[in-house]
């Protein structure tokens, strides 16, 4: 069992599961299909499931159980995932026992057990497992002990869900690029289409996706855009979700507008001058686009961004790794310590609900210690003062 890319004639791409005699398998491949298509989700995202799921099917082919009802062993299956390598077995190959370091870490397991459910409860509606097993895979308990605010106005029975099967991850956070390191990377940069990506990223808070995905239509960089039919104000991108033939992908499902600074359009006037001196007026609408190496002209793909910044950092002498998703972190955090609320952060990084902005708030250490210093005396708070 393993994942396996499909291109169909349109272009379109999803992952879906394919058995040891290279057959399709029908019933995850229909779940896949679905999640790309009617639910239009991200061709990473069916990658992802994919993978697990093929695990899933290997774990129940090896161990003779039928992958309808086996949820209820899920806990024997996290046991096969933490300590069974990954790829087919080989003679001699050690599996990790007590004190060893796991084959899967609890994120990865959890990822996991996602797509297993997922894939579990399609099948329950396509009447292709039996409903027991929900009841296996989530669990469902009234809303009597919850606050009373949180309970139905009626006053008629309230039910809420939670999975049966999930690891407590290790607290793991992930670090803004400083400003002293995107300095220095931008000091790195051997051309302005280079450097033009470091400040979508770190001015902007762009994603990789997004900023390769983007349009020269979607940069509006004028004062005044109803020139071109845009009613809004001032220098901005539009971050659109589309489908392209660089597979680049906005996570975010809405599109939106994003305000740009000088220090932006600066950048991207020198890179069009350079753009046009290597491909000259021709070309593709994608603003980002290979101008050193085979297919010139052709659309950045994101991994490239990947490959970009481990260059930067090894010419910039940075003493860590400094990937593109720790300059959007690092946009967040400079955005909040200029005074920024939670609407206007959850605005600028397209995030749907308030929750998602939370990874990316990075207080710097100042502004912890100011918030304290803020805090009045007990002096301050008595009136005639303490005695």
């Not at 159980?65 to 190959?93: C, K, M, N, S, Y």
């Not at 029975?157 to 220095?184: K, N, T, W, Y």
């Not at 920024?340 to 929750?355: N, R």
């Not at 918030?371 to 303490?386: D, F, M, Q």
Request: proline content about 6%.
């Amino acid at each position: 069992m393993r994942a396996f890319p499909v291109t169909l004639p349109s272009g379109s791409r999803y992952w879906t599961v394919i058995d040891d005699e290279l057959q399709v398998v029908s019933v995850a491949d229909r779940w896949l299909r679905h999640l790309r298509f009617a639910r239009s989700r991200a061709e990473s995202t069916t990658k992802a499931h994919a993978g697990g799921v093929a695990l899933y099917l290997r774990w129940c082919a090896r161990t003779g159980r039928d992958w309808r009802t086996a949820a209820q062993e899920l806990g024997l299956f996290i046991v096969w995932l933490r300590h069974t390598p990954a790829g087919p077995p080989r003679p001699g190959r050690a599996i990790p026992g007590p004190g060893g370091t796991p084959a899967r870490r609890e994120r990865r397991i959890n990822g996991v057990l996602t797509a297993v459910r997922g894939l579990l409860a399609f099948a329950v509606s396509a009447n292709e497992a039996p409903s027991a097993v929900l009841g296996q895979i989530y669990e469902v308990a009234d809303a009597r002990d919850l606050p009373s605010e949180m309970q139905a106005e009626d006053g008629g029975p309230a039910f809420r869900i939670g999975v049966q099967h999930r690891l407590q991850e290790p607290q793991r956070e992930v670090d803004r690029a400083s400003d002293e390191e995107i300095v220095a990377m931008f000091r790195a940069c051997r051309s302005a289409r280079d450097r033009l990506v470091v400040l979508l990223l770190a001015r902007v808070g762009l994603r990789r996706g997004q900023a390769t995905g983007l349009h020269r239509s979607d940069c509006h960089l004028l004062m005044d855009s109803r020139s071109l039919g845009c009613a809004v104000e001032g220098a901005h991108v539009h971050v659109v979700r589309r489908e392209n033939v660089n597979r680049a992908w906005s996570k975010s499902r809405k599109s939106w507008v994003q305000p740009v600074d000088f220090l932006l359009v600066q950048a991207y006037d020198q890179y069009i001058d350079e753009r046009h001196e290597r491909l000259g007026a021709a070309g593709t609408d994608f603003l980002l686009v290979n101008l050193f190496r085979d297919p010139v002209g052709s659309p950045m793909r994101p991994d490239a961004l990947n490959e970009l910044f481990k260059a930067l950092g090894r010419r910039a002498g940075l003493s860590r790794p400094v990937t593109p998703h720790m300059l959007r972190h690092a946009m967040a955090g400079n955005v909040t310590d200029a005074g920024a609320g939670m609407d206007v952060l959850q605005s600028l990084l397209g995030q749907d609900h308030p929750s998602s902005v939370r990874p990316y708030l990075h207080p710097s250490d100042l502004r912890v210690r100011e918030a304290v210093n803020r805090v009045p005396s007990p002096r301050e708070l008595t009136a005639g003062g303490l005695r």
